[in-house]
C-alpha cells in the first residue's frame, strides 16, 4: 500500500491535538484540506480513524494503534532533521530521556544541570514515570534510553549498565521517636501504618518479595504514585516508610526524621541506564550518554580520594 507520508504528518497533527484548527494551523494549511486528507487516508487504510465530538475529536481504536506507530516515527524524522540541520552549528538534537523519581534525585538532575551548561543547543525531554512503564516506552520507541531502579526483568534486546548503588532505610515521623531504641522485625511492622510506592512499581515488588521472604505479608496503608510524596508524608508522622538514605540524611540531621533500626538486611538497589541494542543512538543522544559516563567516573574518583570532584 503506497500512501503519501505527507497524510499521516496531517494525521499527527490532528491526533496530536484532537482539533482540525488546530491541526490546519500548526501545518499552515486550511480547515477544509486537512478533513479531505484524513478522509482520504481512512478511504485507503480500510478504516475509520477519528470521531467527531462537540469538543474536537477522539481517535478510534484504529487510529489510537496508528498514532502509536506514527508519533514515535515523526519524533525519529524530527530528530535526525535536527541533527543534519546542525551540522554546520554545534551540536543539536533532543534527547528522549526517561527516568524514575529516585534516578532523578539522586543522580540525573546535577548530571543534566551540567550537561546543559556544556551544551545549550540540546533540548532534553524528560519522561518521568516508573521502572516497568520506562521499559515498556524503551521497547516502543518511545525514548531513547531509560534511566531506572531495580528490580525490573531486561530483555535480550536490553543493554544495562549500572550507574549508581544506594541503601534505603526505614524512618518515621518524630512521633515514632521511641522506635529509634527498638530492632524491629519485618512482622512487627503491621503494628504500624506503612507508606510505600503502589503496584505496579519497582520498590513495591522489591519490597513484597522481603516480605514474603520473611513469611509476613506487606500492607501498605497509604500508596503514592510517585517517591516524591514519600518523605512529605513521613515527616508528618503519617506512618513509617523505605527510602534511599542519601535522601533522608538532611532530615535525619535537622532532627524532622528519625531512623528505625530493623533486625533484616534491606537489599542495596542500583539505578542503571538501559538501551537498546538495536537502534542506533543519535548524535545528541550519544554526546549525553558519553557526558553522563564521564560524569559517574568522575564523581567514583571524587569519591575514592574522599572528596567530590566536579566538572
Not at 531506572?148 to 515514632?176: D, N, R, S
Amino acid at each position: 500500500m503506497d500512501i503519501n507520508f505527507e497524510y499521516y504528518k496531517i494525521f499527527y497533527y490532528a491526533a496530536k491535538y484532537k482539533n482540525i484548527t488546530k491541526a490546519a494551523a500548526a501545518l499552515g494549511s486550511s480547515q477544509p484540506n486537512v478533513t479531505r486528507i484524513i478522509r482520504l487516508l481512512e478511504a485507503q487504510l480500510g478504516c475509520r480513524l477519528f470521531i467527531r465530538e462537540p469538543r474536537g475529536l477522539s481517535l478510534t481504536e484504529a487510529g489510537e494503534k496508528l498514532y502509536s506507530h506514527v508519533e514515535i516515527a515523526y519524533k525519529h524524522f524530527m530528530n535526525a532533521q535536527e541533527e543534519l540541520g546542525g551540522k554546520s552549528d554545534e551540536e543539536r538534537g533532543t534527547i528522549e530521556l526517561g527516568a524514575t523519581e529516585t534516578a532523578l534525585h539522586l543522580l540525573l538532575l546535577d548530571a543534566m544541570r551540567r550537561f546543559k551548561t556544556a551544551h545549550p543547543k540540546i533540548r532534553i525531554k524528560v519522561h518521568n514515570h516508573n521502572t516497568p512503564e520506562l521499559l515498556q516506552a524503551l521497547n516502543a520507541g518511545k525514548i531513547d534510553f531509560a534511566v531506572i531502579t531495580t528490580p525490573f526483568k531486561a530483555a535480550k534486546t536490553h543493554h544495562c549498565e549500572i550507574l549508581h548503588t544506594f541503601h534505603e532505610i526505614l524512618v518515621g515521623g518524630l512521633q515514632y521517636q521511641a522506635l529509634q531504641e527498638k530492632n524491629l522485625s519485618l512482622p512487627a511492622l503491621k503494628s504500624y501504618p506503612l507508606i510505600g510506592l503502589g503496584r505496579g512499581t519497582a520498590t513495591y515488588d522489591l519490597y513484597k518479595d522481603l516480605f514474603i521472604a520473611h513469611d509476613t505479608d506487606m500492607e501498605l496503608d497509604m500508596e503514592v504514585a510517585s517517591s516524591d510524596l514519600m518523605l512529605p508524608l513521613i515527616q508528618s508522622s503519617l506512618g513509617l516508610g523505605f527510602v534511599p538514605e542519601a535522601l533522608a540524611q538532611p532530615l535525619l540531621k535537622k532532627k524532622r526524621l528519625v531512623q528505625i533500626p530493623l533486625d533484616a538486611a534491606i537489599p542495596t538497589r542500583s539505578i542503571q541506564i538501559v538501551s537498546d541494542k538495536d537502534r542506533r543512538k543519535n548524535a545528541a543522544t550519544d554526546i549525553f550518554y558519553q557526558s553522563l559516563m564521564s560524569d559517574i567516573l568522575c564523581k567514583k574518583a571524587g569519591t575514592q580520594n574522599g572528596h567530590f570532584m566536579e566538572k
